[in-house]
T-cell receptor, first 114, second 110 residues
Framework: ETGVTQTPRHLVMGMTNKKSLKCEQH?????MYWYKQSAKKPLELMFV???????ENNSVPSRFSPECPNSSHLFLHLHTLQPEDSALYLC?????????????FGEGSRLTVL | KQEVTQIPAALSVPEGENLVLNCSFT??????LQWFRQDPGKGLTSLLL?????REQTSGRLNASLDKSSGRSTLYIAASQPGDSATYLC?????????FGKGTRLSVIA
């Protein structure tokens, strides 16, 4: 596998469920990101991990809980979500401190909260 | 706080036309600017990245320019094709990770 892989691609959950989104990068990068994309809004940065340490949390509600066990894997744990959390969740990776800092994205996980 | 604006929000052109998409940003202290393409329901595909020290980058029929002092970038698409239909997003990287515009939705009509 190459690039950035996200699973599942589609997820439907109730407001009381607990689920997780998974992201894996095969690019040897040292930074990973979660972005949220809602209709008619710009992409919103949620979390940044660099060398497995969380370096930025853009005031995201605690019902979203990230986990980065190593530089290749990133999870987003979801619990007690609201219908307004329905969106496309995109994972990305980059090489911080590298020559370009170019960001590479996965295909996204489409989340619907009922 | 960095803000990125893309004009127009939507654009429809006949096949074969050359076109320009615009991106402006409020804080000129950037490291780089990246243009992405997004097809419906899909992730983002990186098209071009321009470092702050560069003026332009080219890839095939695409050319992106950067004028840091005026806070502007343009994406030029030559000889447009129906397969170019997608949303094009501009993003800038500075003291914070990438800040995105809302995108320009392009339709190329055969």
């Amino acid at each position: 596998e190459t690039g950035v892989t996200q699973t599942p691609r589609h997820l439907v959950m109730g407001m009381t469920n607990k689920k997780s989104l998974k992201c894996e990068q095969h690019l040897g990068h040292n930074a990973m990101y979660w972005y949220k994309q809602s209709a008619k809004k710009p992409l919103e940065l949620m979390f940044v991990y660099s060398l497995e340490e969380r370096v930025e949390n853009n005031s995201v509600p605690s019902r979203f809980s990230p986990e980065c066990p190593n530089s290749s894997h990133l999870f987003l744990h979801l619990h007690t979500l609201q219908p307004e959390d329905s969106a496309l969740y995109l994972c990305a990776s980059s090489q911080m401190g590298g020559a370009t800092g170019e960001l590479f994205f996965g295909e996204g996980s489409r989340l619907t909260v009922l | 706080k960095q803000e990125v604006t893309q004009i127009p929000a939507a654009l429809s052109v006949p096949e074969g036309e050359n076109l320009v998409l615009n991106c402006s940003f409020t804080d000129s202290a950037i490291y780089n600017l990246q243009w992405f393409r997004q097809d419906p329901g899909k992730g983002l595909t990186s098209l071009l990245l321009i470092q702050s020290s560069q003026r332009e980058q080219t890839s095939g029929r695409l050319n992106a320019s950067l004028d840091k002092s005026s806070g502007r970038s343009t994406l030029y698409i030559a000889a447009s094709q129906p397969g170019d239909s997608a949303t094009y997003l501009c993003a800038v990287s500075g003291n914070t990770p990438l800040v995105f515009g809302k995108g320009t939705r392009l339709s190329v009509i055969a």
